[in-house]
């Protein structure tokens, strides 16, 4: 059995992983304790000084932007996470056009900043689709005139781009001896990938996949240049109406810190609980 | 117009005024300049606190752990926005304070400075494992040679842990690249920002978005390029692990 999978390094680097938890012990040194009162002296000073009469007011909002937050992440994680399957499978076994068509797809998606691809779905298709009478008339016409498909739509193939070139490394680096023993038992080649080199493959790019899913979350606040309604967006309307420029941001990047620290520690509890040989 | 290629107006890719190849090209040397600017001031920001959280006191220690741990959680484009407005603030209080006055700070500046300090906490992490990499004997055998701690630094630390880092590395300047898009939130005149000026102007955005696409693409592939050459001398010598 290989060791435990870890997480990789441009990944761990860029989004808190479950491995950089501190412990409940850890906080209790006496260097810790002194900054931990100084934090909090700050946090206080935060609290007096600066303006926060707003928040009622905008609370209800706040909550609305929140959730249309997390709806955006787990709809384009789980969404994305489909298509980065296939993604990753046919770069490792698929015939050539198949291969090359999917590493095309994720080095065009890599290559690009998201924020573009976002503009271009939601600006250059939103401006297509309206002079082709057959769409107007469909049923579809109804979402598409709304800017939230678009987002989806982006955030999703970012995703499953990015998870793609996971998988691909998931799928190759499941051991052939596993894989061998799965056909010798006599596995149709379905029954082989459902049973064995997918969970495997899986087990390897956990954490992996969950640091990319907190940067997912990292990315949703873009959606709100494109208009839809997130908590990045009603932050956006706070500073407009009430010309105030720090606190709402500083409150904002509160709220994500919560919503990070609260998907790290969902990640750690599922981590924990997939058993792990050899260890 | 039966002609499906005339549908596309190739004229307004024209490098002169009327057409937008030019404004599109400088809005791209305006992303590489942040980009450097941004990944060069981010890998010295990134060397300090890698050395200051293997080798620094408790308190540098947890510092430098708050640093990447709050880059790290939340979103660029919330960071960008903070640093953006925080830190021309900042630099205007502190010129007032000693009597300069106010200074318009020029948005290379800026975002030079909030890209360099996004990617700096992400350098610190990644050159914190590369430098975890490297075999603890070679350090000690540096320092029973009784090399002082930073020549220690210099001879073998860093140029050990470099095969290590650049992978790495490399991902945090392609990361770089597609960040400085970001700074199109604040206003400043990159690539994406003024692909989408051109566009609207124009209602050509289907056009824009894939040229703008195609730049970037371009981009990333050179320095792809660049990348294996680099990695191919940094490896000289491993053992290649399978």
């Given at each position: 059995m290989s060791e435990a999978p870890t997480t990789?390094?441009?990944?761990?680097?860029?989004?808190?992983?479950?491995?950089?938890?501190?412990?409940?012990?850890?906080?209790?040194?006496?260097?810790?304790?002194?900054?931990?009162?100084?934090?909090?002296?700050?946090?206080?000073?935060?609290?007096?000084?600066?303006?926060?009469?707003?928040?009622?007011?905008?609370?209800?909002?706040?909550?609305?932007?929140?959730?249309?937050?997390?709806?955006?992440?787990?709809?384009?994680?789980?969404?994305?996470?489909?298509?980065?399957?296939?993604?990753?499978?046919?770069?490792?076994?698929?015939?050539?056009?198949?291969?090359?068509?999917?590493?095309?797809?994720?080095?065009?998606?890599?290559?690009?900043?998201?924020?573009?691809?976002?503009?271009?779905?939601?600006?250059?298709?939103?401006?297509?689709?309206?002079?082709?009478?057959?769409?107007?008339?469909?049923?579809?016409?109804?979402?598409?005139?709304?800017?939230?498909?678009?987002?989806?739509?982006?955030?999703?193939?970012?995703?499953?781009?990015?998870?793609?070139?996971?998988?691909?490394?998931?799928?190759?680096?499941?051991?052939?001896?596993?894989?061998?023993?799965?056909?010798?038992?006599g596995m149709s080649r379905w029954t082989l990938f459902r049973r064995i080199w997918l969970p495997r493959a899986i087990h390897r790019a956990l954490p992996t996949l969950n640091g990319e899913t907190v940067l997912q979350l990292k990315a949703t606040p873009l959606v709100a240049t494109i208009t839809v309604i997130d908590v990045y967006a009603v932050i956006s309307k706070v500073r407009q109406d009430t010309y105030i420029t720090y606190e709402p941001l500083l409150l904002l990047a509160l709220i994500y810190m919560c919503l990070t620290a609260i998907l790290v520690f969902a990640f750690r509890y599922l981590e924990n609980r997939i058993p792990t040989r050899g260890t | 117009m039966a002609d499906p290629v005339s549908f596309i107006n190739w004229s307004l890719l024209a490098l002169e005024p009327p057409g937008w190849g030019g404004v599109l090209l400088r809005g791209l040397m305006n992303s590489i300049e942040i980009a450097i600017g941004g990944y060069a001031f981010g890998l010295m920001l990134g060397v300090g606190g890698a050395c200051g959280k293997l080798y620094g006191g408790p308190i540098t220690r947890d510092l430098m752990e708050c640093y990447t741990t709050i880059v790290r959680a939340v979103p660029e484009l919330v960071l960008i926005l903070l640093l953006y407005y925080a830190g021309t603030d900042a630099l205007n209080y502190v010129l007032g304070m000693i009597g300069i006055g106010e200074v318009d700070i020029s948005g290379l500046v800026a975002g030079i400075f909030v890209i360099g300090v996004v990617q700096g906490a992400y350098t610190t992490e990644v050159l914190r494992g590369a430098i975890k990499a490297v075999p603890v004997g070679q350090i000690e055998a540096a320092r029973a040679y009784g090399m002082s701690p930073y020549k220690v630094m210099t001879r073998v630390t860093l140029p050990a842990m470099l095969p290590y880092a650049i992978p790495g590395l490399s991902n945090l300047w392609l990361i770089a690249t597609k960040d400085t898009a970001l700074l199109?939130?604040?206003?400043?005149?990159?690539?994406?920002?003024?692909?989408?000026?051109?566009?609207?102007?124009?209602?050509?955005?289907?056009?824009?978005?894939?040229?703008?696409?195609?730049?970037?693409?371009?981009?990333?592939?050179?320095?792809?390029?660049?990348?294996?050459?680099?990695?191919?001398?940094?490896?000289?010598?491993?053992?290649?692990?399978?």
């Open positions: 990789d390094v441009t990944t761990h680097a860029m989004a808190i992983t479950p491995e950089d938890l501190p412990t409940a012990e850890s906080f209790f040194k006496p260097h810790r304790i002194v900054l931990l009162a100084i934090a909090a002296g700050l946090v206080f000073c935060i609290v007096w000084f600066m303006r926060w009469d707003w928040i009622p007011q905008y609370l209800p909002r706040l909550g609305y932007g929140i959730m249309i937050t997390l709806a955006m992440l787990f709809s384009t994680s789980i969404l994305g996470f489909l298509l980065a399957v296939p993604l990753g499978l046919v770069q490792v076994t698929g015939p050539w056009p198949l291969k090359a068509l999917a590493k095309g797809f994720c080095t065009v998606i890599r290559g690009t900043p998201l924020l573009l691809q976002l503009w271009l779905l939601y600006y250059g298709l939103g401006s297509l689709f309206p002079q082709f009478p057959a769409i107007r008339q469909s049923f579809l016409w109804p979402y598409l005139r709304e800017s939230w498909p678009y987002g989806i739509a982006a955030l999703t193939i970012s995703f499953a781009a990015y998870e793609g070139e996971v998988m691909r490394g998931a799928f190759a680096g499941v051991p052939a001896g596993e894989i061998e023993a799965a056909r010798a038992y | 199109a939130v604040v206003g400043f005149s990159e690539l994406t920002l003024v692909t989408r000026q051109a566009a609207g102007s124009t209602k050509a955005y289907l056009l824009f978005f894939c040229a703008a696409g195609v730049l970037y693409l371009t981009l990333t592939l050179v320095s792809d390029f660049v990348i294996r050459i680099i990695e191919r001398r940094a490896r000289r010598g491993f053992v290649e692990q399978s």
